[in-house]
């Protein structure tokens, strides 16, 4: 897994460096969820969502935006963690 060295607990010089990403999950017709992942890697990242919640082959993931550290953190996640948001 890439990541910064300590990301359980991050130095102030990395809380704003990315650690991983926000996606967003969409189920036809109209569902849409959006999910954290502390992992900095997007396609392991997108391979730990799906493993998360065996998706189907109807839906489908878009990454929404790169999450800092400091995010994820602040959410209480650790490396390799999966959070949905809200």
């Given at each position: 897994?890439?990541?910064?060295s300590h990301m359980?607990?991050?130095s102030t010089d990395d809380i704003d460096?990315?650690?991983g990403w926000l996606f967003r999950v969409r189920t036809p017709p109209d569902l849409a969820r959006t999910?954290?992942?502390?992992?900095l890697d997007q396609s392991v990242a997108i391979v730990r969502l799906k493993e998360?919640?065996?998706?189907?082959p109807n839906?489908?993931?878009e990454a929404v935006a790169q999450?800092?550290?400091h995010s994820l953190t602040g959410l209480g996640m650790k490396p390799g963690d999966v959070l949905q948001h809200g």
């Open positions: 897994m890439a990541h910064i359980n607990n991050p460096k990315p650690g999910f954290y992942v502390y992992e998360k919640l065996r998706l189907s839906e489908t993931i999450a800092n550290i």
